[in-house]
């Protein structure tokens, strides 16, 4: 790979060099923002769930186009498009799809071999696919009986339009900004410095500390437990697959699959 055969350059700058600060400050001044004037009763509280969400996937998925050399304003665009999604989510039935519009500007720019960097470039083998098809299922079909076995929850069928809508979240902001981020610019730039393991060790105890601070994770311990367990797992495992296959894409397949398996669960 690329950091084995140029081992002085792998190594050269700073692990968070090229961090977009300016774009991060103004998302999290604007998250911050809409929480003091929604308690203020000035912004309705929908407000402050579209700022959070736009800070916090604009973020990572931004952060993870500058690292890859992308123009300041590429980064803002990624950003601009999950927040226009999350407006747009919440307009109407077909309000969801807007967030396609995030992860169609990632196939412009691989097409172009922009993010090569990132672990998106060609066309990807199908033993990757079916590796990250089957590490997916695996584990989404493993969380189903284990949580239902042990932690009183269910699995329920959710309405069409919810489970639409929760798929496009999914597709245009969770699984796109957190694998492009932990995996094609953390992980990336670790291996580069250090050692496989101490890539994976710290990419994905990120990957499982972005999820614990989501005030979405319920706080029962049983439940953050197993939230630590299986993201854990999924985070080290889509490394290796990125490692292995030379492409992000098995890694974004298997935790698609995982978190539409863990959106499938519910209180009994």
Not at 161 to 185: I, K, T
Request: charged share 10%; aromatic share 8%; net charge positive.
């Amino acid at each position: 790979m690329w950091a084995l055969e140029h081992p002085s350059a792998a190594r050269t700058g700073r692990l968070f060099a090229d961090t977009p600060a300016a774009l991060l400050a103004v998302l999290a001044v604007g998250a911050v923002a809409s929480l003091a004037l929604a308690r203020l009763a000035v912004l309705p509280p929908p407000t402050v769930a579209i700022a959070v969400l736009t800070a916090g996937h604009g973020a990572l998925l931004a952060t993870a186009l500058a690292w890859a050399r992308q123009p300041s304003g590429t980064a803002a665009l990624a950003a601009g498009l999950i927040g226009l999604a999350a407006v747009a989510s919440g307009l109407g039935a077909f309000g969801p799809l807007a967030y396609l519009a995030p992860p169609l500007w990632i196939c412009v720019l691989a097409r172009r071999g922009r993010l090569a960097a990132l672990g998106l470039r060609g066309p990807v083998g199908l033993k990757g696919v079916a590796a990250g098809l089957l590490i997916g299922t695996f584990l989404g079909g493993h969380l189903l009986v284990s949580a239902s076995g042990t932690l009183g929850l269910h699995v329920r069928v959710p309405a069409m339009r919810a489970a639409l809508a929760a798929l496009a979240y999914d597709v245009g902001a969770n699984v796109l900004a957190a694998e492009c981020f932990f995996r094609g610019a953390l992980f990336t730039r670790a291996q580069r410095r250090w050692s496989f393991a101490a890539a994976v060790t710290l990419a994905t105890a990120a990957y499982v500390l972005r999820y614990l601070v989501d005030p979405l994770l319920p706080m029962r311990v049983e439940l953050v437990v197993g939230a630590v367990f299986y993201l854990a797992l999924l985070g080290a495992i889509n490394c290796w697959l990125l490692w292995w296959s030379e492409s992000l894409v098995p890694g974004l397949l298997s935790a698609l699959i995982f978190f539409t398996a863990y959106r499938a669960l519910g209180p009994a």
